[in-house]
Antibody, heavy 121, light 106 residues
Framework: QVQLQESGPGLVKPSETLSLTCFVS????????WSWIRQPPGKGLEWIGF???????NYSPSLKSRVTMSMDTSKNQFSLKLSSLTAADTAIYYC???????????????WGQGTLVTVSS | DIQMTQSPSSLSASVGDTVTIACRTS??????LNWYQQKPGKAPNLLIY???TLQSGVPSRFRGSGSGTDFTLTISSLQPEDFATYYC?????????FGQGTKVEI
């Protein structure tokens, strides 16, 4: 049974860079697509981007200039960096596994528990 | 970006009721539509993919339908554990976008 676990600081200062890591257990990250999704407290879900099993990335246009994703297959983990933080980046950050079902349909099949990141001085 | 519009934003229901949640997209996405359930303090959980296919382990009282731009999630015989927030999400292209959510309350 695959498990995902986010790790990173709970509090970050404005203008700094957030670094989060998602540790994956129970399966290899050398398949499927690995995403970051965030949710401001009490609000809806926003897709940040993904990194594929081959290392290809795709970022949300609204965040593209500030986002970098990477993966370390030897440690079975992938990471998110988000720069130039403001209070608007305060959110629960989830990592998720996006799988390909038959017929070219994708879905976020497995999620981490989420980690709250607060941007404040 | 494909815009997602869910309705209603919230609804009140009782155990045993049948509820329907609508999701409309700003352009046709064929059947590239997923539904998620999120309970307070928890990550979302995939219920339905490809508009109408139940994810493994999801009870059959959940039913998805639709194609193109109009989709529906129906929950029959509502159970206590179904009170949650539901989100639609398009997987047609990036950026992957979500509806604003529908909260199902007692």
């Amino acid at each position: 049974q695959v498990q995902l676990q986010e790790s990173g600081p709970g509090l970050v200062k404005p203008s700094e860079t957030l670094s989060l890591t998602c540790f994956v257990s129970g399966d290899s990250i050398s398949s499927d697509y690995w995403s970051w999704i965030r949710q401001p407290p009490g609000k809806g879900l926003e897709w940040i981007g993904f990194i594929s099993y081959s290392g290809r990335t795709n970022y949300s246009p609204s965040l593209k200039s500030r986002v970098t994703m990477s993966m370390d297959t030897s440690k079975n983990q992938f990471s998110l960096k988000l720069s130039s933080l403001t209070a608007a980046d305060t959110a629960i950050y989830y990592c998720a596994r996006e799988v390909l079902y038959t017929g070219s349909y994708f879905g976020f099949q497995k999620w981490g528990q989420g980690t709250l990141v607060t941007v404040s001085s | 970006d494909i815009q997602m519009t869910q309705s209603p934003s919230s609804l009140s229901a009782s155990v045993g009721d049948t509820v329907t949640i609508a999701c409309r997209t700003s352009q046709s996405i064929s059947k590239f539509l997923n539904w998620y359930q999120q309970k307070p303090g928890k990550a979302p959980n995939l219920l339905i993919y490809a508009a109408s296919t139940l994810q493994s382990g999801v009870p059959s009282r959940f039913r998805g339908s639709g194609s193109g731009t109009d989709f529906t999630l129906t929950i029959s015989s509502l159970q206590p554990e179904d009170f949650a927030t539901y989100y639609c999400q398009q997987s047609y292209n990036a950026p992957k976008t979500f509806g604003q959510g529908t909260k199902v309350e007692i």
